[in-house]
């Protein structure tokens, strides 16, 4: 199967910076978009950012010119740079990706979650 592995989540007052980074790995033969979701107490999961393989990025309303997704294809890596954090963007972080396997199935899948707090 696969696995994503989320790392680089914290607690940051609030105008800081922080950098989310995930990793696949398993039977992966490529990988199609990745994107990041964040979930806060209470609320529905929802979508801050998604790339690509060829580079097309998108993002949520409340971190467009904050928020940075990357990714490194020969890693099968996807980055989340996260600059002027602010309060509201306290929640669970979960990484996703739509993966193709050897087999020719694809599948999504989620990471553990990382949690980013802000303080105010």
């Known amino acids: 199967q696969v696995q994503l592995v989320e790392s680089g989540g914290g607690l940051v007052q609030a105008g800081g910076s922080l950098r989310l980074s995930c990793a696949a790995s398993?039977?992966?033969?490529?990988?199609?978009?990745m994107g990041w979701y964040r979930q806060a107490p209470g609320k529905q999961r929802e979508l801050v950012a998604a790339v690509t393989s060829s580079g097309s990025t998108n993002y949520a309303g409340s971190v467009k010119g904050r928020f940075t997704i990357s990714r490194d294809n020969a890693k099968n890596t996807v980055y989340l740079q996260m600059n002027s954090l602010k309060p509201e963007d306290t929640a669970v972080y979960y990484c996703?990706?739509?993966?193709?396997?050897?087999?020719?199935?694809?599948?999504?899948?989620w990471g553990q979650g990382t949690q980013v707090t802000v303080s105010s």
């Open positions: 996703n990706a739509a993966v193709v396997h050897y087999s020719g199935r694809a599948g999504g899948y």
């Open positions: 398993g039977s992966i033969f490529s990988i199609n978009a």
